[in-house]
């Protein structure tokens, strides 16, 4: 019983609820989607505030992850949805990462998650496209953060942040995992 109000708690204190972009994103089906990767895949805007660390882990619980794009297609499709849904939001964390060590400083790369049998593990892997905001990134954090409005003239541009800062956050999971309780409990 313990366990079922615990959950109960945890589900009312998130917000939103996971949207497969491809099929309910927009108003037509696949209006912008990436289907070779996309369709495979549902987001969850979490607005609520947090370190990197603990936002990983509030996706985790879910069966998710900070958001990774497998492409630059992908990466603007979820930048429309979010404009879409929320206008202006942000900054929020992207799956992306880098080195806590000085000499490895602006070498970021995508942290995804990896399952061996029960445990979990990261995977970390090379961009294949970059969105940089011109002044960044600074050298200042080792996490990266986004922001989206239709007048934010950095508006769907890479700023490098403190991975201690806190950020809302969009999460990421394969399409047909066990959906969360939503927030009034409900199954």
């Given at each position: 019983?313990?366990?079922f109000?615990?959950?109960l708690?945890?589900?009312?204190?998130?917000?939103?609820?996971?949207?497969?972009?491809?099929?309910?994103?927009?108003?037509?089906?696949?209006?912008?989607?990436?289907?070779?990767?996309?369709?495979?895949?549902e987001?969850?805007i979490?607005?609520?505030?947090?370190?990197?660390?603990?936002?990983?882990?509030?996706?985790?619980?879910?069966?998710?992850?900070?958001?990774?794009?497998?492409?630059?297609?992908?990466?603007?499709?979820?930048?429309?949805w979010?404009n879409?849904?929320?206008?202006?939001?942000?900054?929020?964390?992207?799956?992306?990462?880098?080195?806590?060590?000085?000499?490895?400083?602006?070498?970021?790369?995508?942290?995804?998650?990896?399952?061996k049998?029960?445990?979990?593990?990261?995977?970390?892997?090379?961009?294949?496209?970059?969105?940089?905001?011109?002044?960044?990134p600074?050298g200042?954090?080792?996490?990266?953060?986004?922001?989206?409005?239709?007048?934010?003239?950095?508006?769907?541009?890479?700023?490098?942040?403190?991975?201690?800062?806190?950020?809302a956050?969009?999460?990421?999971?394969?399409?047909?995992?066990?959906?969360?309780?939503?927030?009034?409990?409900s199954?």
């Amino acid at each position: 019983k313990f366990l079922f109000t615990l959950l109960l708690f945890k589900a009312a204190c998130v917000t939103g609820y996971w949207v497969n972009v491809c099929e309910d994103g927009f108003d037509s089906p696949n209006e912008c989607c990436d289907t070779d990767t996309m369709e495979k895949h549902e987001y969850w805007i979490q607005a609520d505030t947090s370190n990197f660390k603990d936002q990983w882990r509030l996706c985790d619980d879910y069966d998710g992850s900070v958001v990774t794009f497998e492409s630059r297609k992908e990466y603007t499709c979820i930048m429309k949805w979010v404009n879409k849904v929320k206008g202006k939001f942000g900054p929020f964390f992207i799956g992306i990462h880098n080195e806590e060590t000085e000499f490895m400083k602006n070498l970021f790369q995508w942290y995804r998650p990896a399952r061996k049998a029960d445990e979990p593990m990261v995977e970390q892997t090379d961009l294949t496209f970059t969105a940089w905001a011109p002044d960044s990134p600074k050298g200042t954090g080792d996490c990266v953060v986004v922001q989206v409005g239709d007048a934010d003239p950095r508006s769907g541009l890479w700023t490098d942040a403190k991975c201690s800062d806190n950020q809302a956050v969009i999460c990421e999971r394969d399409l047909g995992t066990a959906t969360p309780p939503g927030p009034d409990g409900s199954f």
